[in-house]
């Protein structure tokens, strides 16, 4: 598969799930350790890690050990796939409104002919 | 679950997978049977099937039955919700870097004064 396409899938499942784009919210906000993150989540703390894991992975999140800290940052260039894909698709389908615009205009312009 | 975070949930889990995201840049040329749709994806049917009631359930396609074609066309307000999430997300990040450039402009403004 191409890594354009693996790229698209670990970023677009990674953002399929709430507790991760809370994370990517609270992360806009600036870096924060994983302590900080983790605090508003009622969940097991591996649980927690393993969500960080898949922000990581997608090269959405960057984490890095300081002292007894880990503080994760986001990498906010990461969506920029994402949005392109949006892009294509829109063009996609503007294309072929824009077709279907010509087909009326010319069959109105036949029938005018006729 | 909110409503809407399910929604997405369902969205970005969808788009997580290249056959589906293939599926749709089809679609946006316009509706599709079934058999047309599967035609290029080396897959057993009941799968290419389970990927098309994923984009179903994430209200990206709807399919009708006619006669004895099953036709399927695209949702396209259904990305919007990720549009508009990736919008915040863009909006939550260029906040921090205007809060930055305040912060910035008024250490210089303090070095200034002294």
Redesign the interface.
């Known amino acids: 598969?191409a890594k354009h396409?693996t790229s698209?899938?670990?970023?677009?499942?990674a953002?399929?799930?709430?507790t991760r784009?809370a994370i990517?919210?609270a992360l806009?906000?600036?870096p924060r350790s994983v302590t900080q993150l983790a605090a508003p989540h009622d969940m097991a703390l591996p649980t927690f890690m393993g969500h960080l894991k898949k922000l990581e992975e997608a090269g959405l999140v960057q984490t890095e050990k300081l002292g007894r800290t880990r503080t994760c940052s986001?990498c906010?260039d990461a969506?920029q796939p994402?949005?392109s894909?949006?892009e294509?698709?829109r063009d996609?389908?503007e294309?072929?409104l824009d077709r279907f615009d010509d087909y009326v205009t010319k069959l109105a312009e036949e029938r005018n002919d006729a």
């Open positions: 598969m396409e698209l899938n670990l970023l677009f499942s953002l399929g799930d709430p784009r990517l919210s806009a906000g600036g986001l906010p969506l994402v949005r894909w949006l294509e698709q996609l389908w294309g072929r």
